[in-house]
Nanobody, 126 residues
């Protein structure tokens, strides 16, 4: 089992940047694919980005490609989501999630993830 604790987020103007962190504890961090999802009010949870267990492959939603970057630091057991050029439509609660997987392509479906962080609010003003 793995526990995920999120930090970061907040309020930023359009065009600004934020970095979210997802710190893992418990089982071996390097065995897990990590994904980021978001949920805006009245909308379903949607995929944002994911990174595989070895950091050799990433997936991104089309809406964030070129603006968001997912990365992981094994020494810190932490995955980061760097968000640049933020838009008002990026406003949502962001969740990180973990799946025990050594697949090359990290999952993009929320149902494939087993452990979730507590969520953190990101608000982008116009």
């Amino acid at each position: 089992q793995v526990q995920l604790v999120q930090s970061g987020g907040g309020l930023v103007q359009a065009g600004g940047s934020l970095r979210l962190s997802c710190a893992a504890s418990g089982r071996t961090f390097s065995d897990y694919a990590i994904g980021w999802f978001r949920q805006a009010p009245g909308k379903e949870r949607e995929f944002v980005a994911a990174i595989n267990w070895s950091a050799s492959n990433t997936n991104y939603a089309e809406s964030v490609k070129g603006r968001f970057t997912i990365s992981r630091v094994y020494a810190r057991n932490t995955v980061y989501l760097q968000m640049n050029s933020l838009k008002p439509e990026d406003t949502a609660v962001y969740f990180c999630a973990a799946r025990l997987s050594h697949d090359w392509s990290p999952p993009v479906a929320s149902a494939e993830y087993d452990y979730w962080g507590q969520g953190t609010q990101v608000s982008v003003s116009s």
